[in-house]
């Protein structure tokens, strides 16, 4: 196997919150927070690191609104993130083809 196959993989997706962040938005248009918190098991703070993360990197949008005088917030891939995932993907495909017996 090469190497430098996994120096390609994208350590923002590649920690496993935000890859389950990642995997469900790329199976929805949008999520809320509490939609991913209640999936995910997690804290409002640890989800809230974990967004700010992958936000900070380009990878999704949030958007905040109000719903019967509540806030909510909702979470979605953006194109650079659909990418980024696509890449992860195509490079963990790489990693097993490599490594696949002949």
């Not at 923002?12 to 509490?34: D, G, M, N, Q, W």
């Not at 997690?42 to 958007?63: E, F, K, P, S």
């Not at 953006?78 to 995932?85: I, S, V, Y």
Request: aromatic residues 6%; charged residues 25%; positive net charge.
């Amino acid at each position: 196997m090469k190497p430098d196959t996994f120096q390609k993989i994208d350590k923002v997706i590649h920690e496993k919150v935000r890859l389950a962040i990642v995997s469900l938005l790329a199976a929805s248009p949008e999520l809320s927070f509490t939609e991913l918190r209640d999936n995910l098991n997690l804290t409002d703070g640890n989800l809230c690191i974990q967004l700010r993360t992958l936000q900070q990197a380009g990878y999704i949008a949030v958007t905040k609104t109000f719903e019967n005088r509540r806030p909510r917030s909702t979470c979605a891939l953006t194109a650079k993130g659909r990418q980024a995932f696509a890449s992860y993907i195509g490079i963990l495909e790489e990693i097993v083809k490599q490594n696949r017996p002949n």
